[in-house]
């Protein structure tokens, strides 16, 4: 089961300061982490006024997801990033520790960044010393790479889809007007959180039976300011018109209202349990 989030671009707008709204983009990673997300959509609310808050989304969460050897090198000094001291570590399966070369396998699957030196192709991939790269790549470019030789010395190449068995972090992709997108350009199970929706518990077993005959899911949340009955009214759509369920997760809720992360964990976990459940 793939699974995907759909959040607005207006996430950050009740955060004042830099270090909130890095503590806020460390609890949203951690909970796609938790539950294997594989891709983080971010869409435009209000027009695109908040360009510069999608930007620091962007950067953030591509900072946190990327194996802690490869930052430096994937990402330059930026007052946007003074603060991720505060992140929480990932630690994914593909948060690879550090090891020496002896103890490299054949298959053994890492991240790595591609650079070029004395006319060969190299990859970083967080041990001793870098590996020899066979294939194209671009310098630069971060790949997720399989150790294929070790002997006269290592190689690796770029890994096959079918080569990654374990989770292996999500990727971060902008689209426009969520009504749009929704309605031509995702295919799959559409979940639209909303405090206004079916409570959950009153179509658990039709939820669950179309979580678990779905392989791709989608949870699509709104902004600290505005449900999706607001941000779809701006393209004349309600979410009916382009969901499959629109689902109030927390019936009874005890506060005024949930954040946006805090929504997300308990979505993802309520799901992730429906797919368990047989």
Same mark, same amino acid.
């Given at each position: ?5 759909f959040l607005?671009?207006?996430? $950050? ?6 270090? @909130?709204?890095?503590v806020k ?12 997300? !594989?891709?983080?959509?971010?869409? %435009?609310? !209000?027009?695109g006024i908040?360009? @510069? ?5 962007? +950067?953030?969460? !591509? ?17 946007? $990033? ?9 630690? %994914? ?9 002896? !103890? ?23 041990? @001793?010393?870098?590996? &020899? ?10 790949? %997720? ?25 999500? &990727?971060? $992709? ?5 009504? &749009?997108? +929704? ?6 199970? &559409? ?8 409570? /959950? ?18 949870? /699509? ?54 797919? +368990?459940?047989?």
């Amino acid at each position: 089961m793939s699974i995907s989030i759909f959040l607005p671009d207006s996430l $950050l707008c009740e955060d004042k300061s830099l270090r @909130d709204k890095t503590v806020k983009l460390g609890f949203i990673a951690r909970a796609c982490a938790i539950f294997k997300v !594989e891709k983080i959509y971010i869409y %435009t609310d !209000e027009g695109g006024i908040h360009e @510069d808050d999608f930007r620091l989304i962007k +950067l953030i969460l !591509e900072y946190i997801e990327t194996p802690q050897y490869l930052r430096k090198r994937l990402f330059p000094l930026s007052e946007k $990033l003074k603060e991720v001291g505060v992140l929480p570590p990932l630690r %994914t399966p593909h948060h690879k520790v550090w090891i020496p070369l002896s !103890e490299l396998k054949i298959g053994d699957v890492r991240e790595g960044m591609i650079f070029r030196s004395g006319g060969s192709l190299w990859a970083d991939l967080g041990l @001793d010393k870098p590996i &020899k790269f066979n294939g194209s790549a671009y310098e630069g470019e971060r790949v %997720t790479c399989v150790i294929e030789k070790l002997e006269p010395y290592p190689i690796c190449r770029r890994a096959k889809g079918d080569e990654v068995k374990e989770y292996w972090g999500y &990727k971060v $992709l902008r689209i426009g007007p969520i009504g &749009k997108f +929704l309605k031509s350009g995702f295919s799959g199970l &559409k979940i639209i959180t909303s405090r206004l929706g079916s409570p /959950i518990n009153a179509c658990f077993k039709e939820v669950k039976s179309a979580i678990k005959s779905s392989s791709n899911i989608a949870l /699509i949340f709104g902004s600290p300011k505005r449900g999706l009955y607001d941000i779809l009214k701006d393209e004349h759509l309600k979410p009916e018109d382009v969901s499959d369920f629109v689902l109030n997760f927390v019936p009874n809720q005890g506060t005024a209202s949930i954040r946006t992360e805090e929504a997300i964990f308990i979505s993802l976990s309520t799901i992730n349990i429906m797919n +368990l459940i047989p």
